[in-house]
């Protein structure tokens, strides 16, 4: 599908709003090949005066366009004008494509999975360069690139040979205006408000923000040089009601016996968040002649993110506390008894506050230059720099009712109410934990506590990548081969990744404290849960004045740094195939990877703490053919094949050289037979990553059909078999722990005349057996107005795709049983009016049950299991025409997640599946304008 509600528009198109003469929508961007066939451009309306297509429509002609001409399969989002943004963000408008989900991060989509594969099976480009992630891993966040300063968003589902760096599932390449190609001087200026309906539940953030860019472009007289530079700045806001059940048991041996099953641990959180981003990008382009041309782009962007957290969470566990039940409605699910409703006693909620602050860096920049050497011969030079850098600092602390010493603890009762699809009610308290004269800092935490009354987290990342591409182009336009390319390119990645980890302790032996006035806020209502009101505590204020801090030295601690440097070298060959209506190309890389990754043994079995460093690396080598083709029946139907093989390296925390060992002195203890002298046994054991992995690998077929009606109206279906050769899941592995000493309390149960082997098992990830993913994907795009006059200006665009897979029964235990980033269903519907300068749209997303990614508790990866996720945005705007006081004058509404969609996770429960997270972002209004000139 092409996306009409792009936030990306398509590179170069003039923002025209003339309506007295004829304009067809150009799409230079997408940089046709010699020998290549140029789409025909779409059909121009017309009726007295010609008219400029401009909107949704311009935006559906463009996206079709390039679509059409790539002999790869693609998917293409193009923009309205210069800086429009009708979706909030770049990943918003990808997610509209076929095949092509979002992930939803704090109510915003942030990254994106390709034919149901993760994010690590997908790569992102800008310009055709690989992009540096400040992630844990590789995959981009997209939210990193205001789309008010793109040009054009094309998603390869099969590979480029002349690209480097294209992943397994798919590649997205974000592209940027060519002011010389774009062709004539435009400024574009962009301003909304926002506001986050529902938000400002913590007092010390705002529900309002905004958001606006301008754009420059232009060139000289001649037209052989051209500037474009843009500057977009985004102030949003952002809330979310949260709700988590924890878990649940029937205390077998506790409660009598038959008990239902109750919800034992529970929590009601209220966030806050604020977004700054700020980014420029500015290109150069150069043209003297026809053998000459440059090509220089200039990206940077700063984006803070500040979010809160406060609300109460609490055990009620049987175990602890002498915890009483009384259910009042007990409902069986799968055979299974659940105390849905009823009134629990001796619960001592432990109130939290949270707050974290998360910086990051983004530079690109990029040299391309393009040399005819000869009549028919291109030598072809670029350059490219990107870095990421990431700086975050995650509090928690804790508080309750009361105050006393370390430990002193108050309890409450309450009532319950548990939905199967929304928030819980946990009502009836009798307590007021917004009492700033009762509630206090400190650890109320059941079983002697958390250890600590507050930690401090602080992941920083930074990952450089630099990459160096040769080529020499033959242009032959003759004969079945129209042309040849071969290259070779060069790229170095080094991603470093450490974190500093405190332990907070209240002052005087964690004396439980109350807060000084000038560290609170105003209470923070919990009502969608029924809790009530919790005190606002400024907490990262109130850090120094109330804690001691502790260096956390622990062996997760140390396991979370790493340093991990590569080397690419890529041969790869293209030729250009244009015979009648066969086009399309055939080519191979040859890709070398030497990897090294540095980082440490850690032993905290013993005193002092042993670290070892190490460094460990693996060199290998992959042969990646690919063919793209595409035949023409007519004007307008077409069949295309794609066939390749492709890869995508490993996640970057497989690859850490951390090692984690354990000694088990016990091994003899119960053994057949006995451990008599001179019996070997292996009582090392560990977990950590492996240096060594090599990539993901598959062989991949694309089939499709494709339809092209003309103006904004086309239908694809596509099917697709992926057979994958290999896949990354924790195996046991052997290894040596000889640099290692045995723990004396371990080793000293082991009876005398024993032989201790220094050779153990290390569980980590390794390539084993992989499987095969397969799918159909159908997708399209229509005007009414081809049926009938009086529809004219109506369309709708609209995609749905299936996929399913199959791994070999171990990789998929080892995985949790489910594929990370699968959704069986993704569909997405969008219908649209655009007429005389009005334009309404409404669409809508959907994809079902999935298992994501998120930094979750203590800046840790989770992967939670998610409920079907659904989004209905929509918008209504006006531009005046030509004539008016106001031409080129446009107004928006837009509303973001007008459903107020819940994002839920769920957990199995002895084989019956139950809700766990449930999350409301509430609805985004922008209100706003744009003038172009």
Same mark, same amino acid.
């Given at each position: ?95 509209? #494509? ?22 690590? =099976? ?82 010390? =953030? ?89 090509? #220089? ?32 409605? $007990? ?55 990107? @870095? ?274 354990? =000694? ?124 009938? @006059? ?63 990614? $998120? ?79």
């Amino acid at each position: 599908m092409i996306s009409a509600p792009s936030a990306a528009y398509a590179q170069n198109v003039p923002a025209q709003q003339d309506t007295t003469t004829q304009t067809q929508p150009v799409d230079p961007a997408a940089q046709t090949g010699p020998g290549q066939p140029k789409a025909p451009q779409p059909e121009a309306a017309s009726s007295g005066d010609s008219i400029v297509i401009t909107g949704i429509r311009r935006s559906l002609q463009n996206s079709i366009a390039i679509k059409r001409r790539e002999a790869s399969v693609v998917e293409a989002v193009s923009a309205e004008e210069i800086g429009k943004l009708p979706d909030v963000s770049i990943a918003e408008s990808i997610a509209r #494509l076929p095949g092509i989900a979002a992930q939803r991060v704090a109510g915003r989509a942030e990254i994106v999975s390709i034919r149901g594969f993760s994010p690590d =099976f997908s790569t992102v480009l800008l310009n055709g360069r690989q992009q540096a992630s400040s992630g844990y891993n590789r995959a981009v966040e997209f939210d990193q690139y205001p789309s008010e300063l793109l040009g054009s968003v094309v998603v390869y589902k099969t590979p480029d040979a002349s690209i480097v760096g294209m992943g397994l599932a798919g590649t997205v390449d974000l592209r940027t205006i060519r002011p010389l190609e774009y062709g004539k001087r435009a400024i574009a200026l962009n301003i909304r408000g926002q506001l986050d309906q529902g938000g400002g539940r913590n007092s010390d =953030f705002s529900k309002y923000g905004w958001r606006g860019s301008a754009s420059y472009i232009d060139q000289n007289a001649s037209g052989t040089l051209g500037w474009m530079i843009g500057y977009a700045h985004l102030d949003a806001p952002g809330h979310t009601d949260h709700t988590k059940n924890w878990f649940y048991d029937n205390y077998a041996g506790l409660l009598p016996e038959g008990s239902p099953y109750f919800l034992s641990g529970q929590e009601a959180i209220a966030t806050n968040s604020r977004d700054l981003r700020d980014g420029v990008t500015g290109t150069v382009e150069w043209k003297p002649s026809d053998a000459v041309h440059s090509v #220089l782009d200039l990206y940077y962007s700063r984006f803070k993110q500040h979010t809160v957290n406060r609300g109460a969470e609490w055990f009620s566990d049987a175990w602890a506390d002498g915890v009483t039940y009384d259910p009042t409605t $007990v409902v069986n699910k799968n055979g299974n008894d659940f105390a849905v409703a009823g009134h629990v006693t001796n619960v001592a909620p432990i109130l939290m506050y949270q707050d974290n602050k998360r910086t990051d860096h983004l530079f690109a920049a990029g040299l391309n230059n393009d040399f005819k050497v000869a009549e028919h011969t291109h030598i072809l030079a670029d350059l490219s720099y990107s @870095s990421n850098k990431r700086d975050e600092t995650y509090i928690e602390a804790y508080g309750g009712y009361g105050a006393g010493p370390f430990q002193t603890r108050t309890f409450d009762d309450y009532d319950f109410k548990i939905s199967d699809d929304g928030f819980p009610s946990f009502s009836g308290f009798g307590l007021n934990y917004a009492d700033a004269n009762q509630v206090s800092l400190g650890d109320r935490a059941p079983w002697g506590g958390w250890g600590h009354d507050g930690l401090k987290k602080s992941p920083h990342i930074k990952e450089t990548l630099a990459s160096a591409d040769l080529s020499a182009r033959q242009e032959l336009n003759t004969g079945f081969i129209s042309s040849l390319e071969a290259g070779v390119d060069f790229t170095h990645r080094h991603k470093d990744k450490t974190v500093d980890e405190l332990d907070l302790f209240l002052k005087n032996d964690r004396q439980q404290i109350l807060v000084d006035p000038r560290y609170l806020e105003d209470p923070v209502s919990l009502g969608f849960a029924g809790f009530g009101s919790v005190l606002g505590v400024d907490i990262a204020k109130a850090l120094d004045n109330y804690y001691d801090v502790v260096q956390l030295q622990d062996a997760n601690h140390f396991d979370k740094s790493w340093d991990i440097k590569e080397d690419i070298l890529t041969l790869k060959a293209k030729a250009v195939i244009d015979s009648g209506d066969l086009h399309g190309n055939v080519g191979v890389q040859i890709v070398r990877q030497k990897q090294s990754s540095s980082g440490l043994r850690i032993n905290t079995a013993v005193t002092p703490i042993q670290l070892i460093n190490t460094d460990e690396g693996a060199t290998y080598t992959d042969v990646l053919p690919s063919l793209n083709l595409f035949y023409d029946l007519d004007q307008h139907n077409r069949i295309r094949f794609a066939a390749a093989k492709v890869m995508a390296r490993p996640r970057m925390d497989d690859l850490r050289a951390n090692l984690v060992p354990g =000694f088990n002195g016990s091994v003899c203890v119960g053994a057949i037979p006995a451990c008599a002298p001179g019996t070997v046994v292996h009582p090392w054991s560990a977990s950590g990553g492996n240096p060594k992995l090599e990539p993901w690998r598959a062989k991949e077929v694309d089939i499709g059909y494709e339809w092209y009606g003309g103006n904004a109206s086309y239908f694809a279906l596509h099917g697709f078999y992926m057979w994958l050769d290999n896949y990354i899941y924790n195996q046991a592995l052997v290894a040596d722990f000889s640099d290692f000493t045995p723990p004396p309390d371990q080793i000293s149960q082991i009876p005398p005349g024993v032989i201790v082997s220094p050779i153990g098992q290390l569980t980590a990830p390794a390539n084993g057996k992989g499987g095969w993913v397969r799918g159909i994907e159908a997708s399209g795009s229509f005007e009414f107005g081809r049926l009938a @006059s009086f529809l004219d200006g109506f369309g709708a665009t609209a995609s749905l795709s299936y996929t399913d897979y199959k791994l070999k029964p171990v990789a998929l235990n080892e995985i949790g049983g489910v594929l990370p980033g699968f959704s069986k269903w993704v569909y997405d519907v969008t219908g649209y009016y655009e007429k005389n300068g009005i334009q309404v749209r409404a669409a809508y997303r959907h994809r079902s049950a999935f298992k994501g990614e $998120v930094v979750s508790l203590f800046t840790n990866l989770g992967f939670p299991l998610i409920q079907p996720d659904s989004q209905l945005d929509a918008q209504v705007g006006y531009t005046f025409q030509k004539g008016s006081r106001f031409e080129n004058l446009g107004i928006l509404l837009q509303v973001s997640n007008v459903l107020n969609s819940p994002y839920r996770t769920y957990y199995d429960v002895n084989g019956t599946q139950t809700l766990e997270e449930v999350n409301k972002y509430g609805r985004s209004w922008l209100l706003g304008a744009s003038y172009h000139f």
